[in-house]
């Protein structure tokens, strides 16, 4: 894939597109170890064998317009506890889809000398597909 800026990826919460977006955070999933409980190990050295994978939470900084309909669907989504499909493009085509939960649609700090923000964050359920 070639390298590429920001501009231009975009965000759908089940099928309907996020705008407002100021940064997108997406971390990579995690492989967990689990520890093996040995009383007698040869080599002295604690053994582990690979878990599950985990997701850290997407995190997504929107431009808050209390009447954007995307912005209202993701604080309806967290407030009803409703999974959603979620589908981050970027601008050179590279996808991700996974499922998900809103678990927090936060206010920034509100000044009059800035933009009212609001930190969303969406707990990771499935694995990513990237195409």
Same mark, same amino acid.
């Given at each position: 894939? *070639?390298? $590429? &800026?920001?501009?231009?990826? &975009? #965000?759908?919460?089940?099928? $309907? *597109? !996020? $705008?407002?977006?100021? &940064?997108?955070?997406?971390?990579?999933?995690? @492989? +967990?170890?689990? /520890?093996? +409980?040995?009383?007698?190990? $040869?080599? /002295?050295?604690?053994?582990?064998? *690979? %878990?599950? #994978?985990?997701?850290?939470?997407?995190?997504?900084?929107?431009?808050? /317009?209390?009447?954007?309909?995307?912005? @209202?669907?993701?604080?309806?989504?967290?407030?009803?506890? &409703?999974? %959603?499909?979620?589908?981050?493009?970027?601008?050179?085509?590279?996808?991700?889809? #996974?499922? %998900?939960? !809103?678990?927090?649609?936060?206010?920034? +700090?509100?000044?009059?000398? /800035?933009? @009212?923000?609001?930190?969303?964050?969406?707990? !990771?359920?499935?694995?990513?597909?990237?195409?």
């Amino acid at each position: 894939m *070639p390298e $590429t &800026t920001g501009i231009g990826a &975009t #965000f759908k919460w089940d099928s $309907t *597109p !996020v $705008t407002g977006i100021a &940064t997108i955070n997406f971390p990579d999933d995690e @492989l +967990e170890m689990i /520890d093996v +409980e040995e009383i007698n190990p $040869t080599d /002295d050295y604690k053994k582990q064998i *690979p %878990g599950l #994978f985990a997701g850290d939470d997407v995190t997504i900084t929107l431009n808050w /317009d209390p009447s954007n309909n995307s912005h @209202l669907a993701l604080r309806t989504a967290k407030n009803n506890k &409703t999974k %959603g499909t979620c589908v981050l493009t970027l601008k050179n085509g590279g996808t991700a889809t #996974f499922s %998900g939960y !809103v678990t927090k649609v936060s206010l920034s +700090e509100i000044a009059a000398d /800035d933009v @009212l923000q609001a930190e969303v964050s969406i707990a !990771v359920v499935s694995k990513p597909q990237w195409s």
